[in-house]
């Protein structure tokens, strides 16, 4: 079975600094990873994605996260964020035999002006 | 031009109700998904469809119904409603076949249950 984790529940950053949010999953397969955005009262929207290829990607945004498979890791980086970035985020992994996407709790990201 | 679509939005009901959430998806994707997502933001996977088949059911009351008519929709029924099944109900859909893709999701219901 597949799990995530994100450490930290909640993270407050002021507004122009550098921030990351952690995410770790265990598998035993390939795996598919993926950050989604939820802002208050909103659907999750895509923020990136992994699938193949090169282990860093990038969202429009300046969001960035590397796939690492030794440590099992795919966090989030931004390096100045913005007022408008305060939202919450989820990680989330599949598989390619899977039929769902499994979710972190979530971060609650708050930009201190 | 919305691509994965839920009404309602918001629901206010009694218990013991019976209600419907209905979605509807517009991006030709094989398999749709019903996620609850409690008070503390968990989202946890409710079903899964691919092509109309249910494929994923976890560990949910039977007073929970989906109801696949077609590959674009997936609507969610559930009786004799309850307080604890207050939540935001959230329909996705995404593209399995030939590889895997991201999911989509609505703009979710907001159900309570008074």
């Known amino acids: 079975a597949q799990s995530v984790t994100q450490l930290d529940s909640q993270v407050p950053v002021f507004e122009e600094a550098p921030v990351e949010l952690r995410c770790n999953y265990s598998?035993?397969?390939?795996?598919?990873l993926f950050w989604y955005v939820q802002y208050p009262n909103q659907g999750l929207q895509l923020l990136l994605k992994y699938l193949s290829g090169s282990t860093l990607v990038e969202s429009i945004n300046g969001f960035e996260a590397e796939f690492n498979k030794s440590q099992t890791s795919f966090h989030l980086r931004k390096p100045s964020v913005h007022i408008s970035d305060t939202a919450e985020y989820f990680c989330a992994v599949s598989t390619g035999t899977g039929n769902q996407f499994y979710f972190g709790t979530g971060t609650s990201l708050t930009v201190i002006p | 031009d919305t691509a994965v679509s839920q009404t309602p939005k918001y629901l206010v009901t009694q218990m013991g109700n019976d209600k419907s959430i209905k979605c509807e998806q517009n991006?030709?994707?094989?398999?749709m998904y019903w996620y609850k997502q409690d008070s503390k933001k968990f989202l946890k996977i409710m079903f899964s469809y691919n092509n109309k088949e249910l494929i994923i059911n976890e560990t949910v009351p039977n007073r929970f119904s989906p109801k696949s008519p077609d590959k674009a929709h997936l609507n969610l029924h559930i009786n004799s409603l309850e307080l604890g099944d207050s939540a935001v109900y959230f329909c996705?859909?995404?593209?399995?076949?030939?590889?895997?893709?991201?999911?989509?999701f609505g703009q979710g219901t907001r159900l309570t249950v008074v």
């Open positions: 598998s035993s397969v390939s795996v598919y």
């Open positions: 996705a859909s995404s593209k399995r076949t030939g590889g895997i893709a991201e999911a989509f």
């Open positions: 991006l030709g994707h094989d398999t």
